[in-house]
T-cell receptor, first 114, second 114 residues
Framework: NAGVMQNPRHLVRRRGQEARLRCSPMKGHSHVYWYRQLPEEGLKFMVY????????ESGMPKERFSAEFPKEGPSILRIQQVVRGDSAAYFC????????????FGQGTRLTVV | AQSVTQLGSHVSVSEGALVLLRCNYSSSVPPYLFWYVQYPNQGLQLLLK??????LVKGINGFEAEFKKSETSFHLTKPSAHMSDAAEYFC????????????FGKGTKLSVKP
């Protein structure tokens, strides 16, 4: 059973470009969470999604950031018009439908904005 | 509102010495508490968690933690450090009903000296 897969592992974007980060949850998991880790900081919750639904987006910046988890395919975190401050590691985690077990984390995507 | 405080951003111990990483939490509801470990350029791996029941929780790699409600603490210990324990450790508390929706502390980097 493959773990949570994130791609790409490393992503470089110029200021103003768009960044798309992908997360394939573990088999059988239908809950997905996105976190951002800034240098020397812990992980900050961004958004919690179930298939085709955003459950909690209280940690998402109001502008430029969006997330989806379609019925088919991976979850996507999209950052439009990236700025230097968006440089960070973005982690995805997934958990089973019942939500009563811990989430499993992917290895992250490290975004660098130049 | 929930929050997590990890005392000491860096802890250094000698190989074979006791490891003690401190975590205090604030929660308005009975908390679920977690310790995760992160190796360089890797995702987070669950060490152990407390949900209900026994307050002394044993995890992987010889780590354990004790939930002390009166002290609002969930300190992580290991009797004898190994070189392979060098990593960053994060304490977390659930934010919502799902165990994937977490509030993390800022992390403690553990160094192990030969």
């Amino acid at each position: 059973n493959a773990g949570v897969m994130q791609n790409p592992r490393h992503l470089v974007r110029r200021r103003g470009q768009e960044a798309r980060l992908r997360c394939s949850p573990m088999k059988g998991h239908s809950h997905v969470y996105w976190y951002r880790q800034l240098p020397e900081e812990g992980l900050k919750f961004m958004v919690y999604l179930q298939k085709e639904n955003i459950i909690d987006e209280s940690g998402m910046p109001k502008e430029r950031f969006s997330a989806e988890f379609p019925k088919e395919g991976p979850s996507i975190l999209r950052i439009q018009q990236v700025v230097r401050g968006d440089s960070a590691a973005y982690f995805c985690a997934s958990s089973p439908p019942e939500g009563r077990t811990e989430a499993f984390f992917g290895q992250g995507t490290r975004l660098t904005v130049v | 509102a929930q929050s997590v405080t990890q005392l000491g951003s860096h802890v250094s111990v000698s190989e074979g010495a006791l490891v003690l990483l401190r975590c205090n939490y604030s929660s308005s509801v009975p908390p679920y508490l977690f310790w995760y470990v992160q190796y360089p350029n890797q995702g987070l791996q669950l060490l152990l968690k407390y949900t209900t029941g026994a307050t002394l929780v044993k995890g992987i790699n010889g780590f354990e933690a004790e939930f002390k409600k009166s002290e609002t603490s969930f300190h992580l210990t290991k009797p004898s450090a190994h070189m392979s324990d060098a990593a960053e450790y994060f304490c977390a508390v659930t934010h919502g009903g799902s165990q994937g929706n977490l509030i993390f502390g800022k992390g403690t980097k553990l160094s192990v000296k030969p």
